[in-house]
């Protein structure tokens, strides 16, 4: 065991454990709502027949390898894998974005590794850099701010973006839509991925519900229209307290801030 935060979400949420307890109150009174008009566009997204709001596993990660874990330490199907992220298209063309609470005790002997699964990494093993985390977080873990920018080193000559591909990163966006959410679980070895409607928590949080999302999934990115991260599971109990229901920090301005903060580190 290592200094970084273990627990399901990170805190009391989802960076580590093997299942925290459900909070049934919470999923019974949270009435999702699907309008016949989103489906077509949550069809759309979908690459499957799965139902709405159900995940299901992903073991050829070709057409998601923009996403992938992060490792401690050696990889492999018995690595320690515990939070996930993705590539957000930067000026260095080395730069993930994965909640706060993963890297908030240093980036030490951390890896990235897009599109894992099966034990294999078949993009690469990436050496985590610098994190860039508003303070407000670093100093009372404010739950709006529970996202961080991390830079990668460069592999071989190579950048992660050149191999992979990136995300765009959405500010302000509209607090409902569509979004396919893909993540790695500590306790599986591959991703899972999952379609479903986003709705408003509060004014800074968004939700949503989809299966499965237990220890290791923060971080993992919120896609909308294809191409564009609009949250990443956190925020919000770092990211909740059951399986069935996540969280994330609404990104607005002082996330777009971040952003910047980020690539002129990298400049």
């Known amino acids: 065991m290592f200094g970084q935060q273990r627990f399901r979400r990170g805190g009391s949420g989802r960076a580590l454990s093997r299942r925290v307890c459900r909070?049934?109150?919470?999923?019974?009174?949270?009435?999702?709502?699907?309008s016949i008009g989103s489906t077509a566009s949550a069809a759309a997204l979908s690459a499957s027949n799965t139902a709405l709001g159900t995940s299901h596993s992903v073991h050829d990660t070709k057409a998601i390898a923009t996403v992938g874990a992060i490792f401690h330490g050696t990889v492999s199907s018995d690595g320690d894998h515990f939070c996930s992220a993705s590539v957000?298209?930067?000026?260095?063309?080395?730069?993930?974005?994965?909640?706060?609470?993963?890297?908030?005790?240093?980036?030490?002997?951390?890896y990235f590794v897009p599109g894992y699964h099966d034990g294999k990494a078949p993009y690469g093993i990436w050496k985590l850099g610098k994190a860039t985390l508003d303070p407000r977080w670093t100093d009372n873990q404010d739950e709006d701010l529970d996202v961080a920018f991390v830079s990668i080193q460069p592999l071989g000559g190579?950048?992660?973006?050149?191999?992979?591909?990136?995300?765009?990163?959405?500010?302000?966006?509209?607090?409902?839509?569509?979004?396919?959410?893909?993540?790695?679980?500590?306790?599986?070895?591959?991703?899972?991925?999952?379609?479903?409607?986003?709705?408003?928590?509060?004014?800074?949080?968004?939700?949503?519900?989809?299966?499965?999302?237990?220890?290791?999934?923060?971080?993992?990115?919120?896609i909308i229209d294809g191409h564009t991260v609009m949250?990443?599971?956190?925020?919000?109990?770092?990211?909740?307290?059951?399986?069935?229901?996540?969280?994330?920090?609404?990104?607005?301005?002082?996330?777009?801030?971040?952003?910047?903060?980020?690539?002129?580190t990298q400049t």
């Open 88 to 110: 957000v298209n930067s000026a260095s063309k080395d730069l993930i974005i994965t909640a706060a609470h993963c890297v908030s005790n240093g980036t030490d002997d951390l």
């Open 231 to 264: 949250g990443v599971i956190g925020g919000f109990q770092q990211g909740g307290n059951t399986d069935d229901v996540s969280y994330s920090a609404y990104f607005d301005n002082d996330i777009a801030t971040l952003y910047r903060q980020a690539n002129a």
């Open 158 to 222: 190579r950048h992660v973006q050149d191999v992979v591909g990136s995300y765009t990163l959405g500010v302000n966006k509209n607090h409902t839509g569509t979004v396919r959410l893909t993540g790695y679980p500590s306790d599986e070895d591959a991703p899972i991925t999952c379609v479903n409607r986003v709705s408003a928590y509060s004014a800074t949080q968004l939700r949503i519900a989809c299966t499965a999302y237990s220890g290791g999934t923060s971080g993992s990115p919120w």
């Open 23 to 34: 909070d049934v109150a919470l999923v019974l009174g949270w009435l999702v709502v699907v």
